[in-house]
């Protein structure tokens, strides 16, 4: 087994580039299953949710290939509308095809997706919103299969702002008849993105990134040139890592609007955080300050994806905070991880109570899902001795080459081999 053994106590500086969105690139990968043509992506980030996502596209029979940090699709003729079983249990994200397939061919089979373990997560409002558009669905042997003679255009209230459902609804309608209106959308940057992307190609999607979107059937999308936005859960993982080892940092290729939340509660902890066009200065003179309280939301709202790395830094706080996660109620599996390194921490259903301590110790943790990993590492950075965090996979799924990501700003990591455990 591999893992990622962190030395702890090394204050991060210098500064670092963050790479483009996993969570934007995945559904506009998606989107270039719409189009006629080559479309170029730009900063696309390599990891491991991308390479299912390009591997299945080219399982579908669309060209993809990789040249640095850019992509090249071509998906103008799939030759199958069914995504591969195996590849769908590999990552959530895996759902977005459902959309575009549907919308180009009148007819798609996928499976339940996969992807981490942080509640139940179903796609009830994916399903509900295809069906709403025309679409008929049908559940059976473990298989769903979505058919449709032509979408038509409708309006669709979305029983709670999903950042999939509203990215696969939008792609489903592009070439639906007539107009579609998604109320109570999610407003995230990444939806922002993608619709972006569409508009670029031709379609007519307004209002991405306010509760209600509105989208005009068109005919036909030329495949187009684009760059993905910076990660914005990425930046925040670094700015919490400068936070965490009283560090220095200066971060390049971020969007502090995408953040605010963040920089908000960061500051708030005494770190001071300084924005220059596309940089943001990142420094911390070693108090962290207790938080009464930080309650996870949709965007703008608090993200979910930093809740437990935003806990690794209320670790050491010279005092008592809470947290509240609300978008997913199974999102606190790091907390036993940090307890082992010395972390207190008490959850009650939805709230975490973290009493701040003076030092955290370096221990043999697991990361149980994606941003759960990230905290461990953060926690490792800031214990004194080796942190060693098993079940690698997972951060691979987030962050690009994580050991260089963390080295270039001075951290001590390195994957190592070890026995598997008994
Ligand atoms: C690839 C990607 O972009 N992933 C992000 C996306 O996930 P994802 O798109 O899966 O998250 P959603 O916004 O859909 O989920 C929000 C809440 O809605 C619930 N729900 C969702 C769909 C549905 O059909 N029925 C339903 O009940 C979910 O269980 C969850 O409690 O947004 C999450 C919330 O910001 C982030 O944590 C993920 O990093
Ligand atoms: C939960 C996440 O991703 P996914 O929705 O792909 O599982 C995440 O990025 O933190």
Sequence with gaps: MECLAIEGGHRLTGSVRVHGAKNAALPILAASVLAHGESILEDVPDLQDIRVMLTILSQLGANVEREGSAVRVDATQLRSTVVPEHLMRQMRSSIFLMGPILARYGQVRVSAPGGCSIGSRP????????????????????????????????????????????????????????????????????????????????AKIRGAGEA????????????????????????????????????????????????GAVINKLRETGVRIDIEGDAMHVKSDGQIRPLDHIRTDYYPGFPTDLQSPFMALLTRASGSSMITESVFEGRYKHVSELRRMGAKVKVDLRTAFIEG?????????????????????LAGLAAKGTTCVEHLHHIDRGYERVEELFGSLGAKMQRVKKESRT
């Design 357 to 377: 301590v003076p030092e955290l110790t370096g221990a043999v943790v697991e990361a149980t899902d994606l941003r759960a990993g990230a905290a461990l590492i």
């Design 123 to 202: 796609i009830d409002l994916h399903l509900k919103g295809l069906q709403a558009l025309g679409a008929v669905i049908e559940e059976k042997h473990g298989f769903i299969d979505c058919t449709a003679k032509g979408l038509r255009g409708a309006n669709i209230y979305l029983d709670l702002p999903s950042v999939g459902a509203t990215e696969n609804l939008i792609m489903a309608a592009v070439f639906a008849e007539g107009t579609t209106v998604i109320g109570n959308a999610a407003r995230e940057p990444e939806i922002v993105d993608l619709a972006n992307y569409l508009n670029a190609m031709g």
């Design 212 to 259: 209600t979107v509105v989208i005009e059937g068109v005919e036909r999308l030329e495949a187009k040139r684009y760059r993905i936005i910076p990660d914005r859960i990425v930046t925040g993982t670094l700015m919490l890592a400068a936070a965490v080892t009283q560090g220095d940092v200066t971060l390049n290729n971020t969007n502090a609007t995408h953040l």
